[in-house]
């Protein structure tokens, strides 16, 4: 499953990918991966994977990120490896950018994709702005409701 987002004005990747990473602390099942064990796959959540690297695509037009998700849509997520991945297709005039999230289905479905983009764009926000991240994001799996 893949998420987009269009995102308006210049993008900071940097802080971006922080706050990839931060909503992937603050959220267990994404920290998983998946292992094949005798009997067939097994989602396993130990040890935690690392967040995923922030990919970045330059946007020529909108059959970039038409492609980029249908590319992520496709992709197998390997074993042993984070379940999900990000990439921003930026425009070279930093007008407009999409960030093209991808998930495997074992971690989330879609209603918790749309928290999670939701999230990430908080985190954003508020590291852009100097602010903490835990002012916005969940603090534990008690406060996802």
Known sequence: MARVLLL????????????????????????????????GPELIGLPPQP???????????????????VDEVHERFAEGTTLWRATLVSAP???????????HHSICDGTSATWLMQWTLA???????????????PSAAGDLH
């Open 8 to 39: 308006e004005g210049a993008v900071d990747a940097t802080l971006l990918e922080r706050a990839l990473q931060r909503v992937h602390r603050g959220v267990p099942i994404l920290q998983a991966t998946i292992a094949t064990r005798s009997w």
């Open 51 to 69: 967040p995923p690297t922030l990919r970045q695509v330059a946007r020529i037009d909108d059959a970039t990120w038409e492609q980029v998700a």
């Open 93 to 103: 005039d930093d007008r407009r950018s999409e960030l093209v999230v991808a998930f």
């Open 123 to 137: 985190a954003y926000r508020a590291l852009s702005t100097g602010r903490d991240t835990e002012e916005v994001l």
